[in-house]
């Protein structure tokens, strides 16, 4: 289930992108990658999937490549509930050989793991066996030696993972190794000729193995009992943690699964500091996080009420997202009937914005809840909220003609592709909510968004904004 679920979530994030391409090249691309990811998923043909390689390996190639090795396939080799031995090691003789140089060349890590855990795996020695710990100190030193920093191979997260294989002091010079090379990315990453989106993906990849070898790094200092080292470490895997530009893209998502990760360590690092009775500390770094990722206000809120803060926790929180939210830029566009409409007509009133097309699948998906919420605001909440949606990279008749066919009756307004890059919007669909004292959240793509709406707008007295 849990593969299942992962690939799909590969679509979604693969497929949203804003990058629109339909060109021969990409479409064969697709193709191919569609017919391995089906041979990896369901029929486990392996000379039919070596016949795919090969034509994916000509192609010369990276735009899906990265995903099908580093994700698809290895999901196959290491999430897969039911692992097949025997079509594992064939898939790996495939992708290491040198009839795939391309292949060969971004899988490189997965091959060198893929043998350490095995070795691991047929070793005979007893679990317990003081030997048998010794013997995969030896062979994770071995391994990791072999693997070389490559960012097409992932080299990071299949380090991480060795680390995985025997988690301890000794080994800790595997999570240093991943801290450094990933510094390194990202210092020179602005230096970089990349688009917006694959700029902050790749932000964001990098900022997560951080992140985790910190909190690695925080769990053996525990383990010694060395409070001070473990709360430099958890601080340092907080401020490595998600932030709201790796939100946006969720270029960790795979880590999470893969590594045993959490999506977010600020949970870690406030517990260290609530050991050392430093709740003050503790609300301001849970405050941070809340005003990003809604699931933390509930923590942050039984936190502070159980401290006997002077004011309440709904004016604390009012006043505290003022601090922590961006001011959302002005715009004014006109809507599909012909009308102008500009922000600052709407002062004092939610603002639930919706960026989407008629050409994005994952958008028209969605409308349906967007068509939910703008009826229950125009119907109960007039006076308190309103929703505008805007069609980006559309034509005004085409938007239309689908309103029509949809019987969809929320407004739309037309980008004039100023307002997309004012709200730094990389991918379709994005929702915005902007609230009353003019600034604003991102309602991140597959988040619970309607919760949000529904905490804040509806339920607009909880928080007295």
Avoid at 120 to 146: A, D, L, P, Y
Avoid at 317 to 325: E, S, V
Avoid at 386 to 395: G, N
Avoid at 430 to 448: A, D
């Amino acid at each position: 289930m849990l593969k299942k679920a992962l690939l799909f979530a590969f679509t979604v994030i693969v497929f949203s992108s804003c990058n629109i391409d339909t060109n021969s090249e990409v479409a064969e691309e697709i193709e191919v990658f569609n017919n391995i990811s089906n041979q990896l998923n369901d029929a486990k043909n392996i000379d039919s999937i070596k016949v795919y390689l090969h034509q994916y390996d000509k192609l010369r190639k990276t735009e899906l490549l990265d995903y099908l090795i580093h994700n698809v396939l290895a999901q196959d080799l290491y999430l897969n509930e039911n692992i097949d031995t025997v079509f594992n090691t064939k898939l790996l003789e495939i992708i290491s050989s040198n009839n795939t140089p391309v292949i060969k060349k971004h899988s490189q890590a997965i091959v060198f793991y893929s043998e350490a855990l095995n070795s691991q795996k047929h070793s005979g020695i007893i679990e317990q066996n003081k030997e048998k710990v010794n013997f995969n100190r030896n062979i994770i030193k071995q391994t990791n030696s072999k693997i070389l920093f490559s960012e097409e191979s992932l080299s990071e997260r299949y380090r991480i993972m060795l680390f995985n294989l025997n988690q301890c002091s000794e080994n800790e010079y595997i999570l240093d190794e991943v801290i450094k090379n990933s510094n390194s990315v990202l210092s020179n990453i602005n230096n970089e000729e990349l688009s917006e989106r694959d700029l902050k993906e790749k932000r964001g990849l990098y900022r997560y193995f951080t992140a985790h070898c910190y909190y690695l790094k925080g769990r053996l200092a525990l383990d010694k009992n060395d409070e001070n080292k473990a709360e430099m470490y958890f601080e340092k895997a907080n401020f490595f943690s998600p932030d709201r530009i790796d939100r946006e893209v969720q270029s960790y998502f795979y880590e999470v699964h893969f590594l045993n990760g959490l999506e977010d360590y600020s949970s870690c690092y406030a517990d260290v500091l609530l050991l050392q009775n430093d709740t003050l500390k503790t609300i301001e770094i849970l405050s941070k996080k809340a005003a990003d990722d809604f699931s933390k206000v509930v923590e942050l809120k039984s936190l502070y009420e159980k401290n006997n803060q002077t004011i309440s926790f709904n004016k604390y929180w009012a006043n505290k997202l003022m601090d922590l939210l961006p001011v959302a830029p002005e715009f004014k566009l006109r809507s599909i009937d012909g009308e102008f409409v500009e922000l600052n007509s709407f002062k004092g009133k939610w603002i639930l914005l919706d960026f989407w097309g008629t050409w994005c699948s994952p958008c028209k998906e969605e409308l349906p809840k967007v068509q939910n919420i703008s009826t229950k605001i125009f119907n109960e909440f007039s006076k308190s909220a309103v929703v505008y949606t805007i069609a980006c990279r559309d034509e005004v008749a085409t938007v239309k003609k689908f309103m029509k066919e949809k019987k969809y009756k929320f407004n739309v307004l037309m980008s004039d592709e100023n307002v997309e890059k004012d709200y730094k919007i990389t991918g379709y669909p994005t929702k915005i909510l902007i609230t009353p004292t003019g600034h604003y959240f991102i309602l991140y793509f597959n988040s619970n968004w309607e919760e949000v709406v529904e905490a804040y707008v509806f339920n607009d007295s909880l928080y007295k904004l």
